[in-house]
C-alpha cells in the first residue's frame, strides 16, 4: 500500500496463537483517485484482502462477438468467487487474462474471443473475490523449489518429490502433462519420455512440430536436425533428414496413418498415440511443413489446449519457453507446475508473467527425465534403430 502511495490505518490485527487458529485483520485504506484504487483493490484481493461491505458483481452484456465490456473483470488463475444475489459463487475453469461471463445463471472464465454478443460479462471490480494460494508450514518441495533459481539444488531428491506429485496426481484422477520442446529429442532424452508416456506415468502431451519431427525423424533416420544421436556427429546430408521426414508423412497422412501401416514404430509420437492420450500439437510461423497432425489456427490450439485443462494435476514444461508461457497461462493455479531448462532465464520467465505456482528446476532435460525415470522405478528400452523403411536410397 505505501508502494501505490496510499494512506492506511490498521483497525484491528488479531494473530492465530496456534497453526490452525486464523489470523484477522482490519485495514482502512483511503487518499487515492478510483482509478489507482481500484487498482489497488486488486491486488489485495489477490493476497486474499476482502472488502467489508462488499456489493453483488456488476455485469454488461457483451456488445459483440468476441468483444467485451471496456470495464470487464480481468481474471487471474487463482480460485474465485462472485457474489450474485447475495451468495458468493464460485467461477469455473479460472484462468489468467480472460473475463468472467453468467452462461446459464453460473460464472465461468472465457477467452475474449469466446465470448458471444448479448453474453452477461461481469465488470468492475465489486462483488469478485479471489483466494491466495497458501503458504504451507511444512518445508514442502515446492516451497523450496520455489526460491531463487539455482543449478546447485539437490536434484536427486527434488526429482523424487516431484514422482511423488505425479503419483499423487493419478491417484487423484488427475493427467500429468508434459509440455516439451525438441532439446527433448536433440539431447537424446526422446526414450525417457517414451518409456514415461507407454508406463502411464505422462498422459498428456502438448507440443510443437518441431518435437514431433525430430522425435520421428530420429526413427527414421537415426538423428536429429541431422545430427547422428549415438556418436553427436553430423551425418552427410543429414540436413535434410527433417524435411524428408515430414514430407514422408504427409504423404501418409498424418502420424496415426504412419503408425497403422507400421513406418512408424517407436518414439514419443509413437507412444502417445498408441497409448490414445491427449496430444495437441500447436503450430508456429517456423514451422518446417508442417506435420498434418499439427493445428496451425492459434486459436483452436488454445481451444484444444483448454479441453484437457480442466483434468491436469501435474504439468512438466521442458525445455520450451514459449510453449511453456502459453500452456501455463492456461493453467489454474492449483496445478503443479515444473519448469525445467538448462538456461536459468527461461526457469524464472514463466513464474514473473504471473504462473505463482511454478517452481523451476535448472537442468539438462536429458538429466531430469533419466532422473525421473529412475525415481518412478520406468523400464527404459534403448533407443530404436532407424526404421528400414526410413532409410535413404
Excluded at 136 to 163: G, H, N, T, Y
Amino acid at each position: 500500500m505505501a508502494d501505490a502511495d496510499a494512506e492506511y490505518t490498521i483497525d484491528v490485527f488479531d494473530v492465530g496463537h496456534t497453526k490452525t487458529d486464523p489470523s484477522y485483520a482490519r485495514v482502512t485504506v483511503f487518499g487515492l483517485d478510483a482509478e489507482p484504487f481500484a487498482a489497488l483493490l486488486d491486488e489485495l484481493r489477490a493476497a486474499g484482502g476482502t472488502v467489508l461491505e462488499d456489493a453483488d458483481a456488476r455485469t454488461q452484456q457483451a456488445p459483440a462477438d468476441g468483444v467485451l465490456p471496456d470495464d470487464f473483470y480481468a481474471t487471474t488463475n487463482l480460485e474465485t468467487e462472485v457474489r450474485l444475489g447475495g451468495v458468493w459463487i464460485p467461477v469455473a475453469l479460472p484462468e489468467m487474462d480472460c473475463a468472467i461471463v453468467l452462461r446459464d445463471g453460473a460464472p465461468v472464465t472465457l477467452a475474449g474471443y469466446d465470448v458471444r454478443a448479448g453474453d452477461t460479462v461481469v465488470v468492475g471490480h465489486e462483488g469478485v473475490r479471489v483466494k491466495p494460494l497458501e503458504r504451507p508450514r511444512s518445508r514442502a518441495v515446492f516451497e523450496f523449489m520455489s526460491s531463487a533459481v539455482s543449478s546447485e539444488k539437490p536434484k536427486e531428491s527434488l526429482v523424487a518429490e516431484i514422482a511423488r506429485e505425479l503419483r499423487a496426481a493419478h491417484e487423484a484422477g488427475k493427467r500429468v502433462l508434459v509440455v516439451g520442446g525438441p532439446a527433448i529429442v536433440h539431447t537424446g532424452a526422446a526414450r525417457y519420455l517414451a518409456a514415461l508416456i507407454r508406463e502411464g506415468h505422462v498422459n498428456a502431451l502438448f507440443a510443437g512440430n518441431a518435437i514431433a519431427v525430430h522425435d520421428i525423424e530420429s526413427q527414421f533416420f537415426g538423428t536429429s536436425l541431422g545430427v547422428d544421436l549415438d556418436n553427436a556427429y553430423p551425418v552427410e546430408h543429414g540436413h535434410v533428414h527433417h524435411l524428408r521426414t515430414v514430407n514422408r508423412i504427409r504423404a501418409l497422412g498424418g502420424i496415426r496413418a504412419a503408425i497403422d501401416r507400421g513406418v512408424l514404430r517407436g518414439g514419443i509420437m509413437y507412444e502417445a498415440y498408441k497409448a490414445g492420450i491427449p496430444v495437441v500439437l500447436a503450430g508456429s510461423v517456423r514451422d518446417d511443413g508442417p506435420l498434418p497432425d499439427v493445428i496451425t489456427d492459434v486459436v483452436a490450439a488454445q481451444r484444444a489446449m483448454r479441453a484437457v485443462v480442466p483434468e491436469i494435476g501435474v504439468a512438466l514444461m521442458i525445455s520450451t519457453l514459449l510453449h511453456s508461457i502459453a500452456v501455463g497461462n492456461m493453467l489454474p493455479a492449483s496445478v503443479r507446475v515444473v519448469n525445467v531448462d538448462i538456461n536459468p532465464a527461461s526457469v524464472t520467465k514463466l513464474s514473473d508473467r504471473g504462473s505463482f505456482q511454478t517452481i523451476g528446476l535448472v537442468t539438462d532435460a536429458a538429466a531430469f527425465l533419466r532422473e525421473l525415470c529412475a525415481a518412478l522405478k520406468v523400464s527404459v528400452e534403448p533407443p530404436s534403430p532407424a526404421s528400414p523403411a526410413g532409410k535413404l536410397a
